[in-house]
Nanobody
Framework: VQLQASGGGLVQAGGSLRLSCAAS????????VGWFRQAPGKEREFVAA????????YYTDSVKGRFTISRDNAKNTVDLRMNSLKPEDTAVYYC??????????????????WGQGTLVTVSS
């Protein structure tokens, strides 16, 4: 599975962005898809994940109530809607997929396929 993350950019604090993860080469059917992020000088961390076909979602505490993960199975895409963005949300965001992972899996090592990352910068 090839994953392509897009939608990053520069936004002011309090603003919104929508990231999209598009798959090619293979359908995302039966794959759990997650979003991770890596801020400068920090380790990559889990943000959110969604099960197949989309009934279960899971979020890290710092984004609950602000971020929403969703998937369009017909389009083979997974979106991350980010509202009320804060400067501490600044990071490179990656999407990842795996057939065996539960959406509550927060370890990056449990995801086999990764996109290239898209940069989100939130100014104060």
């Amino acid at each position: 599975v090839q994953l392509q993350a897009s939608g990053g950019g520069l936004v002011q604090a309090g603003g919104s962005l929508r990231l999209s993860c598009a798959a090619s080469g293979r359908t995302l059917s039966f794959y759990t898809v997650g979003w991770f992020r890596q801020a400068p000088g920090k380790e990559r961390e889990f943000v959110a994940a969604i099960s197949w076909p989309g009934r279960t979602t899971y979020y890290t505490d710092s984004v609950k109530g602000r971020f929403t993960i969703s998937r369009d199975n017909a389009k083979n895409t997974v979106d991350l809607r980010m509202n009320s963005l804060k400067p501490e949300d600044t990071a490179v965001y990656y999407c990842a997929a795996d057939r065996s992972s539960a959406p509550s899996t927060t370890s990056e090592y449990e995801y086999r396929y990764w996109g290239q990352g898209t940069l989100v910068t939130v100014s104060s």
